[in-house]
């Protein structure tokens, strides 16, 4: 009879793997430091650089000069420097003179996610893009294919790494939110395990800050509850969460219990609402310039409704003024719209509603809900209607815009976006026409004028 050293390895290999086939089991892939380690790659092994930029102190940030200057990745020497993803450039620079600061390639960013997404398709076809640099993955049911899961996500790292360049961690557990918790734990290039019975020895002891769904303005109201770390807030009384934050009070109970029974979801569910903003390269006090970025952004939402085949009836006007205060307004339509120049005058009126006509604006953004399926009839009203000697028969004016739509955007598939503008815009040389958002200076870079390589 062989030794007990070789019946119980095997015999705990048997009891792990049948236990793996008995639950749910989800990953959670988050790439480490994405922007940071997609542009030092591609630096690397595409432009011939000498240098890693993951081993110098170094950001990928916005352009200051035009008031985009923000942390958006960090290298771990930056980390150790106290710079946090979202800190403006000033301050970073305050903490770190030498700093090195790249600017952002979201085309490239968005090839490398794509690269990443479809080796992560290859081992389940249900993922769910979480974000540009995160997926989770439903692996329940695939161990008869790709055996334990510890070994299948260490394979699946190491495989990342070696055909794309870059690291990742992964989380594992029942459900998406232990996974997520636990692809948060030591970085980089690691994998984590976190099951229900390991929640008291792995989450319980973190600040309840580390909580998914608990920022700073719920943390300041549980420190007063007595609440610091996860196992406190998990033993709380249930109700007492409830009169005080309601039902946001249960939500994070059950977190803190390692509670979710969200569904990885493949399909990617439709938008609830379309939205742009731009912070303006200067302060903003006039209408005409404000109108001018209004009209920009309602080019771009109405591009996207029309793309998606879909149109809204909430639009709403964000203000945030140069003392970084900030209001909002909105307006829900007699009927929905996808229209370009229904969205701007709209916008344009809740502006005026809500701008005191003198405070200096940096930040304009407009935003729309309550979407609605695209429909070939719309209730008319006597202002839809436009008596014009030019046509034979009286055309809603609204069908005429719909069609003067559907034609600039035909033109500028075709040709480009900037194949077809507005004569405001020809005049106006210094003023984007399709604004807000990714713009085309973040989209690619020039890396001739960078020191980098």
């Known amino acids: 009879m062989p030794p007990d050293s070789l019946i119980f390895p095997v015999y705990r290999t048997y009891v792990l793997t049948y236990t793996f086939l008995m639950k749910p089991i989800i990953f959670h892939v988050d790439v480490n430091n994405a922007f940071l380690s997609w542009e030092a790659v591609y630096r690397l092994k595409h432009l011939g650089g000498r240098t890693d930029l993951r081993e110098q102190l170094c950001v990928v940030g916005g352009d200051a ?13 930056a980390k150790a420097c106290g710079i946090h993803t979202g800190e403006s450039l000033m301050e970073a620079r305050q903490k770190c003179p030498d700093l090195l600061v790249v600017p952002p390639h979201y085309r490239l960013y968005s090839r490398c996610s794509r690269a990443f997404m479809d080796i992560l398709r290859e081992y389940t076809p249900c993922v769910e893009q979480y974000s540009i640099d995160e997926a989770f993955m439903d692996m329940s049911g695939t161990q008869s294919l ?13 495989r990342i790494y070696e055909e794309l360049g870059f690291t990742v961690n992964i989380g594992i557990s029942e459900n998406k939110l232990l996974a997520k918790m636990a692809s948060d ?53 249930r109700e007492l969460l409830r009169t005080h934050f309601k039902s946001y009070g249960e939500v994070i109970w059950n977190y803190a219990n390692g509670r979710d029974c969200a569904q990885v979801e493949s399909v990617v569910p439709p938008n609830k609402g379309y939205g742009n903003s731009t912070t303006i390269a200067f302060d903003i006090c006039d209408t005409v310039s404000a109108g001018l970025v209004l009209l920009s952004l309602a080019e771009t939402i109405g591009m996207r409704l029309r793309r998606d ?67 070939d009839y719309r209730q008319l009203h006597l202002l839809d ?43 106006q040389n210094a003023m984007d026409h399709m604004s807000g958002g990714i713009t085309r200076e973040k989209l690619d870079v020039d890396y001739e004028k960078e020191s980098l390589l």
């Open 65 to 77: 000069s035009k008031r985009h200057g923000i942390v958006l990745a960090k290298s771990l020497s």
């Open 185 to 237: 734990f030591q970085k980089p290039n690691r994998t984590h395990t976190l099951f229900p019975e390991e929640i008291p020895r792995k989450m319980w002891p973190l600040p309840v800050t580390d909580l998914f769904f608990v920022g700073r303005a719920s943390f300041s109201r549980l420190r007063r509850l007595g609440i610091s770390t996860i196992g406190e807030l998990a033993h709380m009384d």
């Open 309 to 375: 085949q879909v149109k809204i009836q909430v639009i709403a006007v964000s203000i945030k003024y140069a003392d970084f205060s900030s209001c909002s307004h909105q307006k829900t339509l007699p009927a929905p719209t996808n229209i370009t120049n229904e969205i701007y005058h709209t916008a344009l009126e809740l502006f005026h509603e809500s701008w005191d006509g003198c405070t200096p604006i940096r930040h304009l953004g407009i935003h729309t809900n309550h979407v609605r399926d695209n429909v």
């Open 385 to 427: 209607m436009e008596l014009s000697p030019f046509y034979r028969d009286d055309i809603p004016c609204c069908e005429k815009l719909e069609q003067a739509d559907a034609m600039a955007d035909r033109i500028r598939s075709r040709y480009g976006i900037d194949s077809l503008k507005r004569a405001v815009f020809v005049k």
């Open 146 to 158: 790709w055996g334990d899961p510890l070994l299948t996500a260490d394979t699946l790292r190491r």
